[in-house]
């Protein structure tokens, strides 16, 4: 099967590529790259391009898909449904299921479920520990071995500096990275929005922005201790940002990433006791916004990711305080990347790298570039397309977004997966 994607703007960082090409997939490979292909190709399928950005498929590399055993919220079919909406066509999964990713027979499930019946390729993120308990290390070997790329006990930090060290040291000799989610919870307690002015005026509990800063701090330094690669996850602070920067400057091994609600809301958005807009780490203060906008300018956060959180309807629709954190996130990814673009604050070349090649590399997949011989996942966008969002109409089976309603500008028109069409957007 030969398919040729005509007359589009590729943008292809890896490749330095950044113009009008052709490019022809074969048998679900990237065949050729170049102008005017279809004067030498008569057989092929056609789609046309012209007017629209042709980059690699995008890659989410924190993505709650609740499968197995959460399937109310999510499920591997749904979740990779509402991938390709959005332009992804990689996502990695985090161990938060029930039963936990901390076996092997759960990520070799993962893994052929989504090759039978995904419309993404999924990579699975083990735990660091056993049931993400804290306590026992999981089996780390066997876990990369059946296919794990990295590993977390994303949603709960780990307590223990001293399980965290041999974390990175075991998952250094395996080389995958540990994903880190910073949080001190003795300095949480009981707070559920971040702690400033807003929270005093809701009269809910706060989360100072030290209990991230001073976990990030520590990751830091247990991976500048066994030189080991270290990823944060959802940096939302001023001071993350910074403890970021200055590692990356003293050679630390150490890359994160900033999730589209963090770079787009503020705190102020909790008000009137939205709980779609509460998320963990909470949504922050302006300056800490622009902190984030800064750091994805100037190399410091390396990719953009959802962290995509389904929740039920009823695990939204309680007092502020006790509903679920999260929001999904894989539908409203491009266009609000797309905003920082509109806006200014980074570069179109530096947001498809964002969200491909920088990702890519972060857990070590071949996915990210569209070189001759590459897997050929690629999505088709139109920056301009001007669209209201309707949470009823996510692909995602779960509703949760503070975006309801919004006038967005950025859409991936069409998604292909190793040259399939997995989706077309009706225009």
């Not at 009823?314 to 539908?331: Q, T, Y």
Request: aromatic residues 4%.
């Amino acid at each position: 099967m030969r398919v040729l994607v005509k007359n589009g703007h590729l943008l292809d960082p890896v490749n330095n590529i950044d113009g009008r090409y052709d490019v022809l997939i074969e048998d679900g490979k990237v065949a050729a790259v170049g102008a005017d292909l279809a004067l030498a190709v008569n057989d092929a399928e056609i789609i046309a391009a012209d007017g629209l950005l042709v980059a690699p498929g995008l890659i989410d590399i924190h993505v709650h898909l609740r499968d197995p055993g959460l399937e109310y919220k999510e499920d591997i079919i749904s979740g990779t449904h509402a991938a390709a909406a959005g332009g992804v066509t990689s996502v990695a999964c985090m161990p938060n299921t029930s039963p936990v990713i901390d076996t092997a027979p759960v990520v070799e499930y993962i893994i052929n479920k989504a090759r039978q019946h995904g419309c993404a390729n999924v990579y699975p993120v083990a735990a660091i520990s056993q049931a993400m308990k804290g306590d026992v290390l999981s089996e780390m070997g066997e876990l990369k071995a059946a296919g794990c790329v990295a590993f977390s006990d994303d949603g709960v930090p780990v307590v223990s500096g001293e399980l965290m060290r041999r974390a990175f040291e075991y998952a250094d000799t395996f080389g995958a990275p540990i994903i880190s989610h910073a949080e001190d919870l003795s300095l949480v307690g009981e707070g559920c929005m971040n702690e400033g002015d807003v929270a005093t005026e809701l009269g809910l509990k706060g989360i100072p922005w030290v209990a991230e800063d001073a976990a990030t701090a520590r990751e830091i330094m247990l991976a500048e201790f066994t030189n080991s690669r270290l990823h944060m996850a959802h940096v939302s602070t001023r001071g993350s940002v910074e403890l970021v920067r200055q590692a990356k400057a003293r050679g630390v091994k150490v890359t994160c990433e900033a999730t589209p609600h963090h770079f787009t809301l503020t705190d102020e958005a909790v008000r009137g006791y939205n709980t779609n807009a509460k998320m963990n780490p909470p949504l922050r203060s302006q300056a800490d916004v622009d902190a984030v906008h800064a750091g994805l300018a100037d190399g410091t956060i390396d990719a953009i990711a959802t962290d995509h959180a389904p929740h039920h309807y009823d695990e939204k629709n309680v007092e502020f305080a006790i509903a679920m954190n999260g929001i999904v996130g894989l539908e409203t990814m491009l266009p609000l990347t797309m905003n920082l673009v509109r806006t200014g604050v980074i570069s179109l070349r530096q947001a498809i790298a964002l969200m491909t090649c920088q990702p890519a590399a972060i857990i070590g997949i071949d996915r990210g570039s569209l070189n001759v011989g590459a897997v050929a996942d690629l999505v088709l966008i139109d920056p301009e397309f001007e669209w209201t969002l309707d949470a009823k109409q996510l692909k995602s089976k779960s509703k949760n977004t503070p975006f309801d309603g919004w006038t967005m500008h950025g859409a991936a028109i069409r998604t292909l997966l190793a040259g399939r069409t997995v989706f077309q957007r009706e225009q």
